[in-house]
């Protein structure tokens, strides 16, 4: 269960948070050359809502799977040991990024956020940067600043030709996604007029 459940919490993570900022570049591309506005901010109002309330079932089932897995490590350790590793001295970096990620993807309710291509890449972009990588990365431009270090845990070790299919297999995966809640939105608030 808590496999599954970490599977659908990383796929909603990386691959849906992170393939919405390549539909923003997607979008901000396509307002500008299409002379018909009608459609594409009615439909970007959907995405954005989209990621928000992805946001609230992610942090739900990013709760989910911390309660399964604390209640599975219950019965190996002892009580009070349990209950000082959800509320103890360090128990903030349980708690600290989750929470950062969830307000990341409510900060696509403020209108400026919406409006500037910058943020909107900015913000998607971090939920690829965990915690333990910022600190690796800062640690190690921290202590030397050669080229031969910069290599240590990339997670690019690839070709080119497979880094931009993997991006563009984002791209589609969001906007398939993203169209079917939108005509899924629009068949509902179609069908409650009639």
Not at 4 to 14: G, S
Not at 88 to 100: E, L, T
Not at 104 to 133: C, D, G, P
Not at 145 to 160: A, K
């Amino acid at each position: 269960m808590g496999d599954i459940i970490r599977f659908i919490t990383d796929f909603i993570r990386i691959d849906l948070f992170v393939g919405f900022g390549f539909y923003s570049i997607l979008y901000f591309l396509l307002k500008t050359f299409m002379k018909d506005q009608t459609f594409l901010p009615k439909f970007d109002n959907s995405a954005v809502q989209l990621i928000i309330h992805l946001g609230f079932v992610w942090f739900a089932l990013w709760l989910l799977d911390i309660w399964i897995y604390y209640l599975e490590l219950q019965n190996v350790i002892e009580k009070d040991d349990y209950y000082n590793r959800l509320t103890g001295k360090y128990a903030f970096a349980i708690w600290a990024q989750p929470i950062f990620w969830f307000l990341l993807t409510q900060a696509y309710r403020i209108k400026f956020i919406n409006k500037y291509l910058i943020f909107r890449v900015i913000i998607s972009l971090l939920f690829v940067v965990t915690f333990e990588r910022f600190v690796i990365l800062v640690t190690s431009l921290h202590r030397d600043y050669l080229p031969s270090s910069w290599t240590l845990n990339s997670p690019f070790e690839m070709e080119t030709g497979y880094l931009i299919a993997g991006l563009l297999g984002k791209i589609i995966v969001v906007l398939t996604i993203i169209c079917l809640y939108h005509f899924g939105i629009a068949r509902i608030k179609k069908r409650n007029r009639t």
